[in-house]
């Protein structure tokens, strides 16, 4: 021991500490070069003028037309304020909308019942770790990446009444996409087919955070797994619960794409969204018209959203 060479510190080179130490007594804190301020700015600034120009500023657009009578065409002096008359013909002469209402209504239905508890169910099983947990999950989860307008495709061949395998199947020649007495239920699978995988995606990922104590307990005092479930498990994935039903109520709202491709929302199709696109941007051109229906699912909308983020301003104060 005695043969080693000491290592003794350079009295030149002050350590770490004794560095922070008179840093820290000799020096404020450092401010942001002009650059910084400068990258700082641009990354608020830039994405809340997108948010104002592609957000805010057409839904406010939105809400003032829909008390004009404006067609689209000629100057902004020129339009004319009409007031509630618009809501009112929506409501009481406009034949399409209390068809489109029930078919709104019947699509989150079925989304609700139907699609949401599947998925549910799906996560269930998913989160006990079976062989092949892994490719299910794929190719459940595979539909939520696809477009609306692509899954309407992809359905066609399945639907079409001379090819399809539907068809083939049950021996008949159905037109599923085409007969206005059985279209409805038609789509309803296909936008199903595509929401119980989001849905098990969302219900999947609460699973994974609940505590395994409150199973191990439910279990020690001899409860079953589906009394487990649903009066430990179920209860502890409440914010999980409002963002499906947020997400399934603002996706029942929404639907536009599907709709779209099989007929253009017509012959029994008829939608909320596919109104607003007619009176639009359609032949008709009724800007103040279709923006009163847009503004009728805005402020649908807005309920739900509202509650959504009242419950979780709430959770976050717990």
């Known amino acids: ?26 020096r404020g804190p450092r401010l942001l070069s002009r650059t910084d301020r400068v990258v700082i700015t641009l990354m608020v600034l830039v994405p809340l003028l997108l948010v104002v120009g592609l957000v805010w500023f057409p839904a406010v657009a939105t809400v003032a037309l ?3 009578n404006w067609d689209g065409i ?9 007031g509630g008359r618009n809501y009112s013909d929506v409501i009481n002469i406009y034949p399409p909308f209390v068809p489109a209402v029930q078919n709104n209504l019947l699509w989150l239905a079925a989304l609700f019942v139907v699609a949401t508890p599947f998925g549910m169910f799906l996560a269930v099983l998913l989160d006990k770790e079976i062989r092949g947990s892994r490719f299910y999950q794929t190719a459940l989860y595979l539909p939520v990446v696809l477009s609306l307008a692509l899954i309407g495709f992809v359905w066609q061949l ?6 399809g395998l539907l068809n083939a199947a049950l021996g008949t020649s159905t037109d599923w996409y085409g007969d206005p007495d059985v279209n409805i239920w038609a789509v309803l699978v296909a936008a199903g087919w595509r929401h119980v995988g989001y849905i098990m995606l969302l219900y ?9 104590s409150l199973r191990e307990a439910a279990a020690v005092d ?8 649903f009066k430990v498990v179920f209860p502890v994935l409440r914010p999980i619960n409002i963002i499906v039903l947020v997400v399934t109520v603002i996706e029942s709202l929404r639907a536009f794409d599907l709709v779209w491709v099989v007929n253009k929302g017509r012959n029994g199709l008829e939608l909320i969204s596919a109104l607003v696109t007619q009176n639009v941007v ?3 051109s009724r800007i103040g018209f279709g923006s009163a229906l847009a503004t009728l699912m805005l402020v649908v909308s807005l309920v739900f959203i509202t509650v959504y983020l009242a419950t979780v301003m709430r959770e976050n104060r717990k």
């Open 66 to 68: 829909s008390g004009t």
């Open 1 to 26: 021991m005695s043969d080693l060479p000491l290592i003794q510190a350079d009295p030149a080179v002050s350590s770490p500490a004794a560095t922070a130490r008179k840093g820290g007594r000799g």
């Open 222 to 229: 001899g409860a079953s797994e589906a009394t487990t479930f």
């Open 74 to 82: 000629g100057p902004i002096s020129e339009i004319e304020w009409v």
């Open 158 to 163: 399945i639907y079409s009444r001379d090819q």
């Open 282 to 284: 359609g032949e008709a």
């Open 204 to 212: 999947l990922a609460g699973l994974k955070g609940v505590d395994p």
